[in-house]
């Protein structure tokens, strides 16, 4: 016979009332995570999670048998929403086509996303004011299949330098995977495409210093993989990666955690996880809640891609 599922709870969560299904449901089956561990958590760095999500367009990566089933890449908000959950309304080009994303202003909302089997936030970076204004320049090491984690953060350290020099300030943190992510806030004054190609004139500084760790070839055939891959294209439009305290959909639960500099030479993305990320964060708060004050004039990095761009430097395509 099989086992009757818990009845649905009701949580206060601020003003708003989000009724959970299935509580009991394993999302994580090693931890033996479920639904209502995901949703304890969420609540646990409920301030954190709502900065970085607060008026973005959300994509959601939804996994409605837990993270060994189907995994759904959801742009439109799902059916049934209250009608204090909140959306922006984007455009996409290449279809000609409108959706109106999840644009989070309180945590209700994100608690009631993982009620409709969210496990993960991927948020634009911009938001809905002018949606095709980017606020947020995201520097990206991702590895490669030999690469290991020690030289993620060599790289990491070159591009704190780097970021020193120009005057803007970085704020790391795990992927949740195996790489590092740095965050830098900017004017939203600049279209996708001129924060990308300041994305990649930064790029190629870094790997002019890391030569033997970094890398900004572009397709991935072509790169050693024992480089770390300085992904400039995260910021292209529409490309959307795990926002910091997101949960990350790994047979672990780990989550993309915060740091400060000075714990990047030593950390270890497998330390932060559900169970782990709420003690952490009641004892050092949100450690991305400065970043609203540290904004950063890409004009600079644009002289720097103007300069490659004379010397023939070729930038890839944009992507659909």
């Known amino acids: 016979m099989a086992k009757a599922s818990a009845p649905a709870t009701e949580l206060a969560v601020g003003a708003r009332v ?35 999500l607060r008026e973005r367009p959300c ?18 908000l799902p059916l049934g929403a209250p009608d204090w959950v909140e959306t922006v309304r984007v455009h996409f080009p290449r279809y000609d086509r409108d959706a109106d994303e999840l644009c989070v202003t309180e945590l209700a909302q994100v608690i009631w996303a993982v009620q409709m089997s969210t496990v993960e936030f991927h948020p634009w970076n911009s938001r809905r004011a002018d949606v095709e204004k980017p606020d947020e320049w995201r520097i990206d090491l991702d590895p490669g299949d030999t690469c290991d984690f020690a ?33 830098v806030r900017i004017e939203p004054g600049h279209g996708f495409r ?6 990649l004139a930064f790029a190629r500084e870094v790997e ?20 770390v891959f300085v992904d400039f294209n995260q910021n292209a439009r529409d490309h959307t990666i795990a926002c910091a305290y997101s949960v990350r959909g790994t047979p672990e639960a780990t989550v993309s955690a915060p740091l400060t500099w000075q714990e990047v030479p ?19 708060g949100d450690l991305h809640a400065g970043i609203d004050a540290a904004v950063f004039d890409l004009a600079p990095l644009l002289q720097w891609a103007e300069r490659d761009e004379a010397e023939g430097a070729q930038a890839p395509p944009e992507p659909d």
């Open 18 to 52: 989000v009724r959970i299904t299935n509580p009991d449901r394993v999302y994580f089956p090693g931890p033996g995570h479920t639904k209502l561990d995901l949703v304890s958590y969420y609540l646990a760095v409920g301030d954190g999670i709502v900065g970085a």
């Open 266 to 284: 030593d950390c270890d993305p497998r330390d932060f996880t559900v169970a782990t990320m709420p003690g952490r964060y009641a004892e050092v």
């Open 208 to 227: 002019r210093r890391a030569p033997k760790d970094a890398t900004t070839t572009w397709w991935r055939k072509d790169r050693d993989p024992a480089h």
């Open 151 to 183: 030289t993620v953060r060599r790289v990491a350290g070159v591009a704190r330098e780097v970021l020193a020099e120009l005057g803007a300030t970085g704020f790391p943190k795990t992927t949740g995977g195996d790489g590092l992510h740095v965050y």
């Open 194 to 199: 001129d924060v990308r190609r300041a994305a």
């Open 59 to 76: 994509m959601l990566h939804r996994f409605p048998e837990g993270i060994t089933g189907e995994k759904v890449h959801q742009k439109r």
